[in-house]
């Protein structure tokens, strides 16, 4: 959020990126192979170009600068600082803050080998969506497998194990699994001899003496490098609209979505092209209170979204007017 409250005689363009996780998926190189841990300041040896990995450094951002492109947590909350901090840090990214003026000292780290693994995946499924639309079952099915894939390579690992066991040996069972029943969810009752239960157990290749055909077991194969390296790609894409004197001021991002007082270029708008922007709407007022929590206005259409309240309750008491109030007050 960098300005609160549309300039009078100013209209908001909302801008959203089409496909922008998968998008990044087809664009870039990925770890893999077996990472590699080093120490010391990589990114100072041939300014870095072939550094690729996952590096802790000391970070200094520029001083007066307008939208801060590195993230880091504090007090349990994502910001975008200015000053100084240490943190873990994707070397794209960071080769990418560079540019802007970020002074990075590098401590240590793991380095990877890198190639494209997403390219045919993404190719063919947003061309499902585009030859289907979007009310089509098809559309959706593809959507999700285009959005949700990067999320499973950052899954935790203990995941629950899932099991029909016969009534009789449920007593057998709380006595195998740490915790007891306590650490058992009864799921639900399958006929009138079996439950299907969920626990958690420690050891991936533990079977309890269970039969192998009625379970599924969690510690799914995950790859954090990976899962990791999308959303640093993301935000290396979203940031090149940041920080621009060229363009109209911006007034708010979100993970794939811009905000901006004025039309943008039209050679970044285009509604079929992966990674290209869509217009999705015009407002005549606009307020901004904090992340996720604002009001859009027009003579056809309101928009307030605030995280955490349910659609039904926002429409049937918030008005934009309150929300412009409490910006008064504040």
């Not at 590098?106 to 890198?114: A, M, S």
């Not at 990067?150 to 629950?160: I, Q, R, S, V």
Request: hydrophobic share 40%; glycine share 6%.
């Amino acid at each position: 959020m960098y300005i609160t409250k549309l300039i009078e005689g100013r209209k908001l363009y909302a801008y959203d990126v089409n496909s922008l996780y998968p998008f990044v998926m087809k664009e870039y190189m990925y770890p893999i192979g077996t990472p590699t841990f080093f120490k010391g300041d990589i990114l100072a040896y041939s300014n870095g170009v072939e550094a690729f990995g996952f590096f802790y450094c000391n970070i200094i951002a520029p001083k007066y600068m307008l939208h801060p492109i590195l993230l880091t947590s504090y007090n349990f909350r994502t910001i975008a600082p200015l000053g100084s901090w240490e943190g873990m840090y994707f070397s794209e990214e960071l080769k990418e803050a560079k540019k802007w003026g970020y002074q990075i000292e590098v401590l240590w780290g793991y380095t990877f080998n890198k190639g494209y693994i997403f390219r045919d995946y993404i190719d063919q499924l947003y061309n499902l969506r585009l030859n289907y639309p979007k009310s089509d079952p098809m559309n959706m099915i593809a959507k999700l497998l285009l959005n949700s894939l990067y999320g499973k390579f950052g899954m935790a690992p203990d995941l629950p194990t899932t099991v029909i066991i016969k009534k009789e040996t449920y007593s057998d069972l709380i006595n195998k699994i740490p915790g007891g029943e306590s650490s058992i969810t009864l799921i639900e009752e399958i006929g009138t001899n079996h439950i299907l239960v969920q626990f958690y157990t420690t050891d991936p290749h533990s079977d309890l003496e269970l039969e192998p055909k009625q379970k599924s077991k969690g510690f799914p194969s995950v790859n954090i490098a990976i899962a990791s390296a999308v959303t640093a790609y993301a935000r290396i894409h979203m940031s090149k609209f940041k920080n621009r004197t060229d363009l109209p001021n911006l007034y708010y991002t979100d993970t794939d979505s811009l905000y901006f007082d004025g039309p943008l270029p039209e050679h970044y708008v285009n509604p079929t092209e992966l990674g290209a922007l869509k217009l999705e709407g015009i407002y005549d007022q606009a307020v901004f209170l904090a992340p996720k929590v604002y009001a859009l206005k027009n003579d056809n259409e309101l928009i307030i979204k605030i995280k955490g309240v349910k659609k039904e309750v926002i429409k049937e008491h918030i008005a934009f007017e309150n929300l412009g109030s409490l910006l008064e007050q504040s």
